[in-house]
T-cell receptor
Framework: SQQGEEDPQALSIQEGENATMNCSYKTSINNLQWYRQNSGRGLVHLILIRSNEREKHSGRLRVTLDTSKKSSSLLITASRAADTASYFCATPWRFGAGTRLTVKP | GAVVSQHPSRVICKSGTSVKIECRSLDFQATTMFWYRQFPKQSLMLMATSNEGSKATYEQGVEKDKFLINHASLTLSTLTVTSAHPEDSSFYIC??????????????FGEGSRLTVL
C-alpha cells in the first residue's frame, strides 16, 4: 500500500527555476526519505530527514518536515535538465505517489 | 557502482509460464529485502518483505502463492511469478536496507526487472 500522496503529480519548469514537491503521509514516522527515479530505472536515495528535524540541506536540495501536519517538501534549487525524473518520498519503506519533474533546457 | 544487482532486467514470457527474478546484495549482507511492483507512471507498491531464513511477509492483497519469494542466503532473494498472465506484466524492483539490521530505512535499489507476459 502507498503511504500517502504527493503534490503535484507532475511539474514542468524551465532550467534554472526552483522546483518544489510536497508529500503527505499517514502514520507516525522515525524519519522520512526522498528518492529519485529516472525513467525505467531503480531508485536512488537523495536525503533522509529525521522526525526531530525540521529542515535539512544537501547541495541543491532542501527538505522540510512538519510532523504536526504529516507533510514534507523537497525543494530543488537552480534546476537542471538532468534533474528530470520522478521523485518519491518514503516513510521509510512505503512510497508516496511521486512527482514527475520535467526540467526544460 | 551498484550495490544491489537485479537480474534479469527484461524478460518476456508466454502466459502460463513462471519467471524468476533475482536480487543480490553486493559486498554487503541483507537479512531483509523488499520487493516492489510499479505500473507505468505510478508509484512503487510494496509487495512483500523478504526475510533471510524465514518466510516472507506479504502485503495485503498480494497472493503469496502467485509471487513466491525465497531468501536463502544473506545476499540473495528471488521472486518467482508463477503461472504468469498478461496482468502480471509490470516493473518489479527489489531493495535492501543500507545497513544490516538498520531501521533508518535508507534503501539501495536494484535496477528493476521489466516483465512482459504475452
Amino acid at each position: 500500500s502507498q503511504q500517502g500522496e504527493e503534490d503535484p503529480q507532475a511539474l514542468s519548469i524551465q532550467e534554472g527555476e526552483n522546483a518544489t514537491m510536497n508529500c503527505s503521509y499517514k502514520t507516525s514516522i522515525n524519519n522520512l526519505q526522498w528518492y529519485r527515479q529516472n525513467s525505467g530505472r531503480g531508485l536512488v536515495h537523495l536525503i533522509l530527514i529525521r522526525s526531530n528535524e525540521r529542515e535539512k540541506h544537501s547541495g541543491r536540495l532542501r527538505v522540510t518536515l512538519d510532523t504536526s501536519k504529516k507533510s514534507s517538501s523537497l525543494l530543488i534549487t537552480a534546476s537542471r535538465a538532468a534533474d528530470t525524473a520522478s521523485y518519491f518520498c518514503a516513510t521509510p519503506w512505503r512510497f508516496g505517489a511521486g512527482t514527475r519533474l520535467t526540467v526544460k533546457p | 557502482g551498484a550495490v544491489v544487482s537485479q537480474h534479469p532486467s527484461r524478460v518476456i514470457c508466454k502466459s502460463g509460464t513462471s519467471v524468476k527474478i533475482e536480487c543480490r546484495s553486493l559486498d554487503f549482507q541483507a537479512t531483509t529485502m523488499f520487493w516492489y511492483r510499479q505500473f507505468p507512471k505510478q508509484s512503487l507498491m510494496l509487495m512483500a518483505t523478504s526475510n533471510e531464513g524465514s518466510k516472507a511477509t506479504y502485503e495485503q492483497g498480494v497472493e503469496k502463492d502467485k509471487f513466491l519469494i525465497n531468501h536463502a542466503s544473506l545476499t540473495l532473494s528471488t521472486l518467482t511469478v508463477t503461472s504468469a498472465h498478461p496482468e502480471d506484466s509490470s516493473f518489479y524492483i527489489c531493495s535492501a536496507p543500507k545497513e544490516r539490521g538498520s531501521n533508518t530505512g535508507e534503501l539501495f535499489f536494484g535496477e528493476g526487472s521489466r516483465l512482459t507476459v504475452l
